[in-house]
Structure formats: structure tokens, C-alpha cells
């Protein structure tokens, strides 16, 4: 199985900031790599897709990249809606794996 | 809109059974490949099983394979899951979510339920 890590695994951040979050895979998964946002007694929330295509409805403000075995997730200006957990995911291959989060607080 | 309503969780001793649905509107049901994810309490997020559009291609996890199973009735737009044998493990939030293409391959999630709380427990 793929393993997937995240860092940091959690933040303390202010309305503003930017934000990048990292996230790793054991072996090459070119661009197979989902980001969802997970907020408390919530299901988690499809951000971006393919490493970097943005999710229909999703703020401008998300953005992600990278290919192989690295890849970031990116707020450029965090707003009081984003505090929440997000995860990476990959679709490469069977069993699709997630990281195990990176929660996002307000400092 | 898009909708998908799990129910059927419940506490439920070790070694017991317990049947999961997913009913699902707002979209073409029947084109769709459907999972089951589920997250432990306090806990991260595990896929734990995939069918494609109209059931003829299965995928599960090595955790659950050969106690769950997986099915769907495109009739009535649902999804289930059956759980056998159940473990304290098992216990968790299962989601059921839906991936934008027919197939099981390279998935992602695009839509997800709120979630129904299985417990195993003595």
C-alpha cells in the first residue's frame, strides 16, 4: 500500500495568513492526488483534484501542487471558514490511501 | 442538489452484523461508482470499499475483505454495505461517497453523505 504523510500535523495560523501544508507518498503517484477539508461534525469536502485542478465552488484562495511523491496545498489568505482538518488522498492505485491530516487552529 | 443519506448504524455486539444504506438523489444514480469510507473516532479517514456504476466491479480494503460487501440497487438509488463478523476495530462514522466516473479507477470524492456511527461493543 501506498502511505501517505502529511506536515505539519497541526498549525496555529491567523486570518490572512498563508498557509502550506505538505503532503508525501511512499512511492511515485504522479499527479493522483486529491485535498479535502474536513470541518467538526462535518463530512469532508473535495478541494482540489489531478494535484492542482480546483474543485467546482471551491475559493480561489485553494490552490495545489506538485507531482511524484511531493505535494502542497496552499491558502493565500486564510479566512475564518478554513480552520478546519485537511487531508490528502491519493487515487494512483488500490487501496486509495489518505494522510492522516493536518488541523488548522487559529493562533 | 446532490443528497446521500446513510442510515442503518447502530451498536452492535463483536462477531455481529449490521447492514448500511445510502440513498442517494440529485444525480444520475446508476452512473456513478459509489464507496464506503469510514473514520474511527478522533481518527483519520480510511476507504473501505468501492463498487463501480452498475455493480459489476468490487474493490475492498485487505481490513474488511471477505466480512463486507458491498451492493447497489440502481432501481431505487441505494447503496449498501454489509458487515459480518464485525470487530471492535470496526467502530466508526461510515460515509458513503461518490466518485465522478463510472469506474473504481484513480478515485476521488466528490460527494459525500453525513455519515452513519457503527459501534462494536460488548
Known amino acids: 500500500d501506498i502511505q501517505m504523510t502529511q506536515s505539519p500535523s497541526s498549525l496555529s495560523a491567523s486570518v490572512g495568513d498563508r498557509v502550506t501544508i505538505t503532503c508525501r507518498a511512499s512511492?511515485?503517484?504522479?499527479?493522483?492526488l486529491s485535498w479535502y477539508q474536513q470541518k467538526p461534525g462535518n463530512a469532508p469536502k473535495l478541494l482540489i483534484y489531478?494535484?492542482?485542478t480546483l474543485q467546482s465552488g471551491v475559493p480561489s484562495r485553494f490552490s495545489g501542487s506538485g507531482s511524484g511523491t511531493d505535494f502542497t496545498l496552499t491558502i493565500t489568505s486564510l479566512q475564518p471558514e478554513d480552520f478546519a482538518t485537511y487531508y490528502c488522498?491519493?487515487?494512483?492505485?488500490?487501496?486509495?490511501?489518505f494522510g492522516p491530516g493536518t488541523k488548522v487552529d487559529i493562533k | 442538489q446532490v443528497q446521500m443519506v446513510e442510515s442503518g448504524g447502530g451498536v452492535v455486539q463483536p462477531g455481529g452484523s449490521l447492514r448500511l444504506s445510502c440513498v442517494a438523489s440529485?444525480?444520475?444514480?446508476?452512473?456513478?461508482?459509489l464507496h464506503w469510507v469510514r473514520q474511527a473516532p478522533g481518527k483519520g479517514l480510511e476507504w473501505v470499499t468501492s463498487?463501480?456504476?452498475?455493480?459489476?466491479?468490487?474493490d475492498y480494503a485487505d481490513s474488511v475483505k471477505g466480512r463486507f460487501t458491498i451492493s447497489r440497487d440502481n432501481s431505487k438509488n441505494t447503496l449498501f454495505l454489509q458487515m459480518n463478523s464485525l470487530r471492535r476495530e470496526d467502530t466508526a462514522l461510515y460515509y458513503c461517497?461518490?466518485?465522478?466516473?463510472?469506474?473504481?479507477?484513480?478515485?476521488?470524492?466528490?460527494?459525500w453523505g453525513q455519515g452513519t456511527l457503527v459501534t462494536v461493543s460488548s
Open positions: 461517497a461518490r466518485s465522478p466516473r463510472k469506474t473504481t479507477v484513480t478515485i476521488r470524492f466528490d460527494q
Open positions: 440529485g444525480f444520475t444514480f446508476s452512473s456513478y461508482a
Open positions: 463498487t463501480s456504476y452498475d455493480g459489476s466491479d468490487k
Open positions: 512511492q511515485s503517484i504522479s499527479g493522483f
Open positions: 489531478a494535484a492542482s
Open positions: 488522498q491519493q487515487s494512483y492505485n488500490s487501496p486509495v490511501t
